[in-house]
């Protein structure tokens, strides 16, 4: 078989001759990193082309405004760069994220393919360069200030998805707090068994913590909102318009509809990755709850059999390929693992926010990539186990009752009545005799062996009946058989 002949085309940049494929709008500085970082295969997140887009379509439009570019080159950039917004061009964005630092080939890969694209519009051929990536498309900008406001902007982007997807399964969770809220079961702390709970109890403390990551990654977006463009090499703002920063993010603003600020500090906005670390920590701190409701869920669904069984989750797949009907909680295991690849997406950008040094931080590429792909994985994973496991759950009351009736912690409703002491030693006759807490009570009164703690007088069998017969009491709170405990 013949080898397909590859046409390229030959560019130049200050370091020489290169050869770039012919038909890429991409120009040489990208494909030297091509070619340089053949590292991982990957490929940027669509936020992070979407944010570079919008910087150099607001900057176009910015300087034209100040007189600074032609306003028919500045509308062929126009037209270009909205074409990236719109998705148009991604497969032209081709750098690894593990790249030369602070995201100089991200930023070139950007201005070569609205350069070539703009000089297609304006009549020319690719790397003619009508429209020059470094004085056109990158006017009045840096790598070092472009690629942090970007982060920013793809964050902020993807954030009402992202909230959207906590929220729904938070409501999820709270309906089924609802609908499980009769159900009357044995708490358990340490693995071990402790007073009863109700199972809508245990959910809409579920609900709630979720309800509480979603307010933590909306309050933390906040400090994404203040943008440092302008800021160029150093925070300087060399050979920008002082104008410059104002009118972008007010332009900004304008073209995504996002609410953002400027910078009150334009060399803090460029050297300091702490808001970026503060946000992709609070889509940490949501893994770590999820990744504990799912562990619940696997624990409440185990058995059948030989399992606690109080929970039923959908069968979505068969869950073995030699064991004949067996279902697993894959959902759960799912979420699990989306959870634990989060937890190092964060791990990276907080190590690379602290790597930072003097004006910059070098590390951005890889915290854009890491921060984009939390967000992409916390959406994917959310929804689907929101849809495909937590909507479908179905609670076992049968068995959830079976249990707490052989819990002998349920003598808890005693305390009040006959002390702590005398309570462990009847949970301590009732584990040896593998009774219930019940039978052994009813029988201790009966022969007048069981004694009022404050007046040392025999109960009877029905003060014990009554204590014990209304579980559901026991998840009300209150002392039982005194104030606030009916």
């Known amino acids: 078989m013949g080898t397909e002949e590859v046409r390229i085309r030959v560019e130049k940049d200050s370091l020489g001759e290169v050869s770039v494929p012919h038909e890429a709008l991409y120009g040489a500085q990208t494909q030297r990193a091509v070619l340089n970082f053949p590292i991982s295969g990957l490929r940027p997140?669509?936020?992070?082309?979407?944010?570079?887009?919008?910087?150099?379509?607001?900057?176009?439009?910015?300087?034209?405004?100040?007189?600074?570019?032609?306003?028919?080159?500045?509308?062929?950039?126009?037209?270009?760069a909205k074409e990236v917004v719109d998705g148009r061009w991604d497969a032209h964005f081709v750098v690894d994220p593990f790249q030369a630092g602070a995201g100089t080939s991200h930023n070139m890969n950007a201005n070569e393919v609205i350069a070539n694209r703009a000089t297609q519009i304006l009549g020319g051929k690719l790397g003619e360069y009508l429209v020059n990536p470094n004085d056109h498309v990158n006017m009045s900008q840096s790598t070092n200030d472009t690629i942090p406001t970007a982060i920013r902007l793809g964050a902020l982007w993807r954030l009402d998805e992202l909230l959207v997807s906590v929220q729904?399964?938070?409501?999820?969770?709270?309906?089924?707090?609802?609908?499980?809220?009769?159900?009357?079961?044995?708490?358990?702390?340490?693995?071990?068994?402790?007073?009863?709970?109700?199972?809508?109890?245990?959910?809409?403390?579920?609900a709630r913590a979720v309800e509480r990551d979603c307010?933590?990654?909306?309050r933390s977006a906040e400090g994404m909102r203040r943008l440092g463009i302008g800021g160029t090499a150093t925070g300087t703002g060399l050979n920008a318009h002082p104008e410059y920063h104002p009118r972008m993010v007010k332009k900004i603003s304008q073209i995504t509809g996002l609410v953002l600020h400027e910078s009150?500090?334009?060399?803090?906005?460029?050297q300091s990755m702490a808001d970026v670390a503060d946000f992709s920590s609070s889509i940490r701190t949501l893994a770590i709850t999820l990744t504990r409701i799912a562990n619940d869920f696997r624990l409440l669904a185990s058995g059948p059999s030989t399992g606690l069984d109080e929970l039923h989750l959908p069968a979505v797949q068969p869950g073995s390929?030699?064991?004949p009907g067996k279902v697993n909680p894959v959902m759960a295991e799912m979420l699990d693992m989306a959870m634990f690849h989060i937890q190092g997406c964060d791990l990276t950008v907080s190590l690379a926010s602290q790597a930072g040094?003097?004006?910059?931080?070098?590390?951005?590429?890889?915290?854009?990539?890491?921060?984009?792909?939390?967000?992409?994985?916390?959406?994917?994973?959310?929804?689907?186990?929101?849809?495909?496991?937590?909507?479908?759950?179905?609670?076992n009351p049968e068995k959830a009752q079976g249990w707490l009736a052989r819990n002998a912690i349920i003598i808890?409703?005693?305390?009040?009545?006959?002390?702590?002491?005398?309570?462990?030693?009847?949970?301590?006759?009732?584990?040896?005799?593998?009774?219930?807490?019940?039978e052994v009570a009813v029988e201790k009164a009966r022969r007048n062996e069981l004694f009022h703690l404050k007046d040392r007088t025999p109960l009877t069998p029905d003060e014990v009946e009554t204590a014990l017969n209304d579980l559901r009491r026991l998840t009300e709170g209150g002392i039982v058989g005194g104030p606030g405990g009916g």
């Not at 307010?215 to 909306?218: L, T, V």
Request: negative net charge; hydrophobic residues 50%.
């Open 45 to 80: 997140w669509r936020a992070f082309i979407w944010s570079m887009g919008v910087i150099k379509l607001a900057a176009a439009e910015v300087n034209r405004d100040l007189g600074l570019l032609d306003p028919v080159l500045a509308q062929a950039i126009i037209q270009a």
């Open 168 to 206: 729904g399964l938070a409501d999820t969770l709270r309906q089924k707090a609802v609908e499980f809220d009769d159900i009357v079961k044995s708490g358990r702390t340490h693995l071990q068994d402790a007073v009863p709970i109700r199972l809508g109890q245990e959910f809409s403390g579920y």
């Open 215 to 218: 307010e933590r990654i909306e």
């Open 264 to 270: 009150d500090n334009l060399f803090e906005s460029m």
């Open 321 to 323: 390929s030699i064991m």
């Open 357 to 395: 040094q003097l004006e910059l931080n070098v590390m951005m590429p890889i915290i854009a990539h890491d921060l984009f792909e939390s967000m992409q994985v916390a959406i994917g994973a959310i929804n689907a186990f929101t849809v495909n496991c937590v909507q479908g759950l179905r609670a």
């Open 412 to 438: 808890t409703a005693l305390n009040p009545i006959i002390g702590y002491a005398a309570g462990a030693a009847l949970v301590k006759e009732s584990l040896q005799q593998n009774r219930t807490i019940r």
